[in-house]
């Protein structure tokens, strides 16, 4: 069972940045294509950014683009999550995702979930 360990949520302003880690248990990350979900309070949860096995190529929410950046470090068989110029609309639970089969930009093909850390920007 692969697992998927997220930290770097927290309290701030708008404005401000945070930058999110997930921790995969095994080589997941050099393995597989590797995202990030988020859901605000009662909203469905939605794509937020993904990136392929090599990290050549990074896929972005409109939400998001210019303001997120999403890396790995298959080494450290960690996914990052850069986030910058945050805004209130950005508040939510984010979860790490990885999939198998191909970039995940919709949860049908994601194979494994975070627990979720909570991101809160007040304005």
């Known amino acids: 069972q692969v697992q998927l360990v997220e930290s770097g949520g927290g309290l701030v302003q708008a404005g401000g940045s945070l930058r999110l880690s997930c921790a995969a248990s095994?080589?997941?990350?050099?393995?597989?294509?590797m995202g990030w979900f988020r859901q605000a309070p009662g909203s469905e949860r939605e794509f937020v950014a993904a990136i392929n096995w090599s990290g050549g190529s990074t896929y972005y929410a409109d939400s998001v683009k210019g303001r997120f950046t999403i890396a790995r470090d298959n080494a450290k068989n960690t996914v990052y999550l850069q986030m910058n110029s945050l805004k209130p609309e950005d508040t939510a639970v984010y979860y790490c995702?990885?999939?198998?089969?191909?970039?995940?930009?919709?949860?049908?093909?994601?194979?494994?979930w975070g627990q979720g850390t909570q991101v809160t920007v007040s304005s």
């Open positions: 995702a990885a999939s198998r089969v191909r970039v995940p930009r919709s949860e049908g093909v994601v194979d494994y």
């Open positions: 095994q080589r997941t990350v050099a393995s597989y294509f």
